[in-house]
């Protein structure tokens, strides 16, 4: 005979009820499944939004002389979905000099020094394989302290539209100070240390909403538990009573 839910029956009740498997008191325990991997799902979602986000991030200021240097310059889209093209030229004003001078472009992934004092020294660091430049950093090789000066780095772009193509355009400069050692002042020290604060600070947060979130999973199943073992001895109690029934009637 096959058994549905909650159905028990009496072997000449000589023995104690039988349960189907269904009305056995369940371990699993989905609700905490569900706690679990529902943050995980959103983490995962707002990762597929948001890995291509641009932020600007100003540039460094102090160069090291005969190593390398990254100029950053960076200019963002205001509208992400709005396919766009890029072109970025970089200009140079010398300590002691009154003009800028164009040392540098990059269209068309096609990259063009244009003043000898950079020759084989500028090498693209930005946007790679793509017009729709956001990122037109550069990098110097073998730094001299004739570099010190301001950077301009200026981005021309044109967003195309269904109807129609509009053309924007961004400045940066940067103040380049050229040393023969690397210093370390107090505000990157303080910075660092925040930093390092920051992190140990979130482990810790972490460490307690874990344990949280544990403890009411926990408290969870077992609210579950005795649900179950509570239905169990009713339906047992009441297969008692159904087999008294039983043998008064024979």
């Known amino acids: ?3 549905h839910e909650h159905e028990v029956f009496c072997d000449h009740c000589t023995g104690g009820p039988v349960l189907s498997s269904q009305t056995r008191p369940s371990t699993t325990s989905m609700p905490a499944l569900r706690l679990l991997l529902g943050p995980a799902l959103l983490c995962l979602l707002y990762d597929s939004q948001c890995h291509a986000a641009c932020v600007e991030v100003d540039s460094d200021t102090e160069a090291v002389a005969g190593h390398g240097f990254k100029l950053g310059c960076i ?3 205001m509208r992400g979905e709005v396919p766009a093209s890029a072109t970025v030229d970089w200009f140079f004003k010398a300590q002691g000099e009154s003009d800028f ?3 540098y472009s990059y269209e068309d992934e096609t990259a063009t020094i244009t003043d000898e004092r950079f020759d084989e020294r500028l090498y693209w ?3 790679k394989k793509t017009t729709d430049l956001q990122d037109g950093s550069i990098f110097i090789l073998n730094v001299t302290f004739n570099d010190t000066g301001v950077y301009r780095c200026f981005f021309e772009r044109i967003l195309t539209y269904n109807d ?9 400069f940067i103040h380049i100070n050229v040393v023969a050692k690397a210093t370390r002042g107090m505000a990157s020290i303080f910075s660092e240390v925040m930093m390092y604060v920051s992190i140990i600070g979130l482990q810790l947060w972490l460490v307690v909403e874990m344990v949280y979130c544990y403890r009411k999973i ?4 077992e609210e579950a538990l005795r649900e179950s073992a509570a239905e169990y001895l009713a339906i047992a109690s009441e297969s008692k009573d159904n087999c008294a029934g039983v043998q008064v009637a024979e």
């Open 101 to 103: 001078v164009q040392i």
């Open 164 to 172: 129609y193509k509009f053309h924007t355009n961004a400045s940066k």
């Open 125 to 127: 660091n930005g946007s």
């Open 75 to 77: 200019s963002c889209k």
């Open 1 to 3: 005979m096959k058994l």
């Open 218 to 221: 926990a408290a969870a199943g």
